[in-house]
């Protein structure tokens, strides 16, 4: 992945920490992280335009195409910041399984939108024990007639019930692969659930034959969802 010069990295650590310094501070953070949705959207456009939430995304998908350097900076600043929003699930794990995967197609889809912000993307990867290993995966796919469908449970899942776009990790007749997944399908239920630190969400995801599309992995679908989870 490519990085940014010095000169525009240190630009957009300033942009960056001036933007959190006025709309995140302790008074912010204690407010937003008690409403339902757990951040605020007007931060998180903002952060959408000055090209945080697409930071790691291909520029020829309206990202800035910066690489692990640029990534580690934002995380120091939004740590330091306690900053509520959904940028680790759909800015990094969501963008970066969906360019792994190497299906062009739902890159062109999908991409342009999380960067944007105005898709807020999640991924659904392991069971109840939350355990990253293939034998944690707890959903199967099966055939439904011409279509496949979604049956089983994914749990800790990032932001799930702000999710406009879920990338489920699913065993299916032919081996591990990921289904992209509207949450306000029918057969899909979101679950919200507790969380020590409330400046987090997680929820949790039934499939009961669910609707859903395959996406075209180029290559080993673990292998993708490893690195996504590095």
Same mark, same amino acid.
């Given at each position: 992945m490519a990085t940014l010069s010095d000169q525009e990295r240190n630009a957009l650590r300033g942009s960056l920490e001036r933007l959190l310094a006025d709309h995140a501070?302790?008074?912010?953070?204690?407010?937003?992280?008690?409403?339902p949705s757990g951040y605020d959207p007007d931060l998180w456009l903002r952060l959408a335009e000055?090209?945080?939430?697409? &930071?790691?995304?291909?520029? #020829?998908?309206?990202?800035? @195409?910066?690489?692990?350097? +640029?990534?580690?900076?934002?995380?120091?600043?939004?740590?330091?910041a306690l900053l509520c929003s959904p940028f680790l699930a759909s800015g990094v794990l969501a963008a970066h399984l969906l360019a792994g995967l190497g299906d062009q197609e739902a890159a062109a889809r999908h991409l342009p939108g999380i960067a944007a912000g105005?898709?807020?993307?999640?991924?659904?990867l392991t069971d109840d024990q939350g355990l990253w290993t293939p034998e944690s995966v707890a959903v199967r796919a099966t055939r439904a007639g011409d279509i496949e469908v979604l049956d089983g449970v994914s749990s800790y899942v990032l932001h799930g019930q702000?999710?406009? &776009?879920?990338?489920?990790? #699913?065993?299916?007749?032919? @081996?591990?692969?990921?289904? +992209?997944?509207?949450?306000?399908?029918?057969?899909?239920?979101?679950?919200?659930?507790p969380t020590f630190d409330h400046t987090l969400r997680l929820a949790r995801l039934t499939c009961d034959g669910a609707g859903c599309r395959r996406l075209d992995a180029q290559g080993s679908v673990w292998d993708a969802v490893r690195r996504a989870l590095d």
């Open positions: 501070g302790e008074a912010d953070v204690r407010r937003v992280m008690e409403t000055m090209g945080i939430v697409g &930071l790691i995304i291909d520029s #020829a998908h309206g990202g800035s @195409g910066a690489g692990p350097v +640029e990534l580690e900076m934002v995380m120091e600043c939004a740590g330091a105005t898709t807020v993307a999640t991924v659904a702000n999710a406009d &776009l879920v990338f489920v990790l #699913a065993n299916a007749a032919d @081996g591990p692969a990921v289904f +992209e997944v509207d949450p306000r399908t029918a057969g899909v239920a979101i679950t919200p659930l």
